[in-house]
Nanobody
């Protein structure tokens, strides 16, 4: 059974930082691209970032480029999202997802709130 569990959300001040983790199990983690997606209050899903299976290529939404860094440790079956220079508009539930042509398995999400 594919399982994805996100950790690391919480409250941060504007300009602050947070690191999200996503623990994966039930599939060969290192064989699949992975993605982060977020949903702000009252809004639809927004793609944040992708990373290739071997970690060799990443891509980012314009809204987070230069502030967020996606990475992975295939030996630990874990996906990461380092977030710096956080803005109130980054407030959202953040989901990690396994990516095969599109997101096919999702975690339960972790809340990130950016507020002073």
């Amino acid at each position: 059974e594919v399982q994805l569990v996100e950790f690391g959300g919480g409250l941060a001040q504007p300009g602050g930082s947070l690191m999200l983790s996503c623990a994966a199990s039930g599939f060969t983690f290192g064989a699949y691209d992975m993605t982060w997606v977020r949903q702000a209050p009252g809004k639809g899903l927004e793609w944040v970032s992708n990373i290739k299976a071997n970690g060799g290529s990443t891509s980012y939404a314009d809204s987070v480029k230069g502030r967020f860094t996606i990475s992975r440790d295939n030996a630990k079956n874990t996906l990461y999202l380092q977030m710096i220079s956080l803005k109130p508009e980054d407030t959202a539930v953040y989901y990690c997802a396994k990516f095969q042509g599109g997101p096919d398995y999702w975690g339960q999400g972790t809340q990130v709130t950016v507020s002073s």
